[in-house]
């Protein structure tokens, strides 16, 4: 295994260690200024480091800042890659804002461990993977990732939003850390905007705490609340809405108005053999699917149902639905969105707790609708 440069104990930077351990806080008391340390927030990350099986973990106030965290861990002239099915914000803060700190991205499709390989160059540091990918769902292959990572001296970073650790936990596969857009499941009820770390390695946890308190983007005492409680029914959510997403992907399977559904349930999906083993009883409550007609008509579809609501969140007890080529991911350059798969037809769902059949009623009545308009 090649040492990570960025495991170097802060050679090239001033790491300070987890206050609970310091000097500082020992004369000082624990709590002397909210950014360094919270009771509320410290009580959500002990929760979210004993979930995912990490030694800490730091919640952030969006999972934009928590990713942005990671990247702060680079320097100019170093490299990234990361999955071509990645969520659109994330594109946008690799090409659109790290690009200025003097770091290069490539997307490979991390699917496809050879086309990952192919990407690492000599100043690669980080391997940053999203599975399922965001929005095509695609499976990536987590403990290879992490060898091919380890083996040539990358961190392997892994956003595990869709997954939840309900269904995946990467640190136990060898990631080095796991991010969630706490928005999402762990939140669960569309009330708070949060992010979260949770990391393997106590040198690699010093580092990034060194950057939150010195950046600033720490999760409030009433999100940190809320986000404890949202993960007090995380399982029984996930659950319940992985039930009624296999439900809808079957249901949509079947329709003529669809021409393609993606969702790691299926058998027919390109990871669904992986998505089975590395997730746990599950394939998550995400589903997208390909319409017959073109842009007008996802539109349409988007526009029309009741019960879904159009929004580009996720994650939450309420199901939403959006079009991703002009909302989630519209960041996405439209060359590298047509490359990459993320059609004008493509409609995104994330299921809810609301009942299957009211659900797949909501979506009939849209689809026929939109396509005799
Ligand atoms: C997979 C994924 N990662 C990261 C983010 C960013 O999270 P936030 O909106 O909390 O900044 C999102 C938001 O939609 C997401 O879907």
Redesign the pocket.
């Known amino acids: 295994m090649v040492q990570n440069s960025l495991l170097d104990g802060g050679k090239t930077h001033d790491a300070i260690p987890y206050p609970r351990d310091s000097r500082w806080q020992r004369e000082w008391g624990r709590y002397d200024y909210s950014r360094s340390g919270n009771p509320t927030r410290d009580g959500l990350q002990a929760t979210l480091a004993s979930l995912e099986g990490g030694v800490g973990a730091l919640a952030f106030s969006?999972?934009?800042?928590a990713?942005h965290a990671v990247t702060m861990l680079l320097s100019s002239g170093d490299h990234v890659v990361t999955s071509a099915d990645c969520?659109g914000?994330?594109y946008r803060l690799l090409h659109k804002v790290c690009d200025r700190a003097g770091l290069t991205v490539s997307l490979a499709p991390s699917h496809d461990l050879a086309a990952v390989e192919k990407a690492i160059r000599p100043n690669t540091k980080l391997l940053w993977i999203?599975t399922p990918g965001?929005p095509l769902l695609s499976i990536t292959d987590i403990a290879a990732c992490a060898k091919l990572a380890h083996d040539r001296g990358l961190l392997l970073g892994v956003?595990s939003?869709?997954a939840t650790p309900v269904l995946t936990r990467p640190l136990e596969l060898g990631a080095d850390i796991v991010m969630h857009?706490?928005?999402?499941y762990l939140g669960g009820h569309s009330d708070l905007?949060?992010?979260a770390l949770v990391v393997r390695d106590k040198a690699l946890y010093d580092r990034l705490y060194f950057i939150q308190n010195a950046t600033g983007a720490v999760m409030g005492p009433l999100e940190s609340f809320l986000c404890s409680r949202g993960l007090k029914t995380l399982e029984l959510r996930v659950r319940e809405q992985c039930r009624t997403a296999a439900q809808l992907a079957d249901y949509l399977a079947g329709q003529k108005q669809v021409r393609q559904v993606y969702y790691p349930g299926l058998s027919t999906h390109q990871g669904h053999e992986l998505a089975a083993r590395q997730m746990d009883g599950g394939f998550g409550a995400m589903i997208c699917f390909d319409v017959q007609g073109d842009f007008q008509v996802a539109k349409n579809v988007v526009q029309r149902t009741r019960l879904f609501h159009l929004a580009?969140?996720?994650g939450a007890v309420e199901s939403l639905i959006e079009q991703p080529a002009a909302m989630?991911h519209a960041s996405y350059d439209p060359a590298a969105r047509a490359a990459h798969g993320i059609t004008d037809t493509l409609v995104r769902l994330s299921v809810g707790l609301e009942a299957f059949e009211d659900l797949r009623d909501d979506l009939d009545q849209a689809l026929q609708a939109s396509a005799t308009e």
Do not use: I, P, R
Request: no cysteine; aromatic share 8%; hydrophobic share 30%.
């Open positions: 969006s999972g934009m800042a990713t969520y914000g994330t999203e965001n956003d939003t869709f857009s706490a928005t999402k905007l949060g992010g580009v969140s996720l989630s």
